[in-house]
């Protein structure tokens, strides 16, 4: 395992269990039924997502944060990830979607009026046509709020923790190091120039270095810090200046939310509840407000959902750097069906082999088409599966059925985008 996950990279993630015990990342253990991902177990870890069924289930406030870099055609990869903001927004999330204009003109020279033209024809267009309703779509060229915030944000963070979180080096330019502090502005301004609320970041595997970052300096630019203490809560309070304004808030919030202070300490700044069987949730939610009454810029620490990182089908991570690895959304039916012809696979040498000792679906990327995005039932990819495994599926016929499920999904999205084109106006934030 790459000790680095790297977010600009092309490499595929081997091993998603030795990932998440390095990188401080918890298995995805909830039961998200009317979710197809996370039934088709490509949901492979989170961070802190307690918090969002919370929200869904008390039918709470909660945002859903996702970007997208305005450099090429959206491919299958964002369509996956959209497909899961879209699912929040269902579930009541606020949506944001933030272009990375300023990242695309200086990592890839494209101008900025080239990137709205991107971002609009090539991405916009199509997540409406997969479902999502109006949200705040916004560029961060002309996303003054959160520019500045991406400024203040950048006195919390010092080149080690880059180091550390991206393996940078000293040769790393200005932008590099920007690019990740903007984007973490994007991820908590919902937050700032709204009030404290759980959200949720889908992400692909590599994208989790950003998750890492936003997380430390929402922690970081809190107060008042609360953990677990066995069966109780330790309060710690941050800054220098005198706790007791602190004490005292903390005093309000445990008479609000029914529990009983133990212990102060002035001098260590911390407050102790030995024991807390209140409910956390709502604990840090007033705990962040509160402090928004101290003129600190308290967040709830975002949350994520880790997504298995599709291959491409050459191999390797689908990208759209690698064109040929990955079908675009505005592929031709002719260039679609070209692509999944030249597919690798996990069928064996010989078709005689194949009847014999069947494929390897596991291995396979067409196989991971029809599980991402061609099998609308999950029991029409159990089909698949047990029809490979055994020996009674053929690489040639179930890349031909793997082409004609896609031509029937390209020519309707088509259609859909061309009906959504007078809703675009509806999704400008900044217009
Ligand atoms: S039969 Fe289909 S799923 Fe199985 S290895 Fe071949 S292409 Fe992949």
């Not at 450099?71 to 964002?78: E, F, K, V, Y």
């Not at 998750?211 to 109780?232: A, E």
Request: charged share 30%; aromatic share 8%; glycine share 6%.
């Amino acid at each position: 395992m790459d000790s680095n996950l790297d977010p600009w990279g092309s490499l595929q993630v081997k091993d998603y269990k030795k990932m998440r015990e390095e990188f401080g990342i918890e298995p995805f253990n909830f039961d998200l039924n009317d979710n197809k991902m996370a039934r088709r177990n490509l949901i492979v870890g989170q961070r802190d997502f307690w918090r969002i069924r919370e929200a869904i289930e008390r039918k709470d406030k909660f945002a859903a944060m996702t970007g997208l870099m305005p450099s090429g055609d959206m491919h299958l990869g964002s369509k996956a990830i959209i497909e899961q903001m879209i699912y929040f927004q269902q579930k009541g999330a606020e949506v944001y979607i933030a272009v990375a204009d300023l990242e695309s003109y200086a990592t890839r020279n494209i101008s900025l009026e080239k990137a709205r033209s991107i971002a609009i024809e090539n991405f916009l267009l199509n997540y409406i046509a997969l479902g999502l309703k109006k949200c705040h779509f916004y560029f961060q060229s002309t996303n003054s709020r959160v520019q500045k915030f991406a400024f203040v944000l950048s006195k919390e963070v010092t080149f080690s923790e880059m180091k550390a979180i991206y393996g940078f080096d000293e040769s790393k330019r200005m932008l590099e190091l920007n690019s990740p502090i903007i984007q973490a502005s994007d991820i908590l301004s919902p937050q700032i120039y709204g009030e404290p609320m759980p959200t949720i970041v889908p992400v692909g595997a590599d994208q989790d270095p950003h998750i890492r970052l936003t997380r430390d300096i929402s922690g970081r630019m809190d107060i008042i810090k609360v953990k677990k203490n066995g069966n109780g809560l330790m309060f710690s309070i941050g800054g220098n200046d005198p706790p007791e304004p602190v004490f005292q808030i903390i005093g309000k919030i445990s008479e609000k939310l029914k529990f009983k202070i133990s212990r102060k300490n002035a001098k260590y700044r911390t407050a102790e509840v030995e024991n807390f069987e209140g409910d956390l949730y709502e604990l840090e939610l007033q705990i962040a407000k509160m402090e928004r009454s101290l003129n600190v810029n308290a967040t709830i620490a975002p949350s994520s959902m880790i997504m298995r990182l599709e291959t491409g089908i050459r191999g390797g991570k689908m990208s759209k750097s690698v064109p040929d690895s990955t079908i675009s959304l505005n592929d031709t039916t002719v260039e679609a069906d070209k692509k999944i012809r030249r597919a690798l696979t996990g069928g064996r040498e010989s078709v005689e082999e194949q009847k014999k000792l069947g494929g390897n679906p596991y291995i396979c990327p067409v196989f991971e088409l029809y599980m991402y995005h061609l099998s609308r039932e999950d029991k029409d990819l159990k089909k698949v599966e047990e029809e490979c495994k055994s020996g009674v599926r053929l690489c040639g016929s179930c890349k031909i059925e793997a082409s004609e499920l896609m031509k029937q999904f390209l020519i309707e999205l088509k259609e859909k985008r061309e009906n959504s084109r007078h809703l675009i106006k509806d999704y400008m934030e900044n217009e």
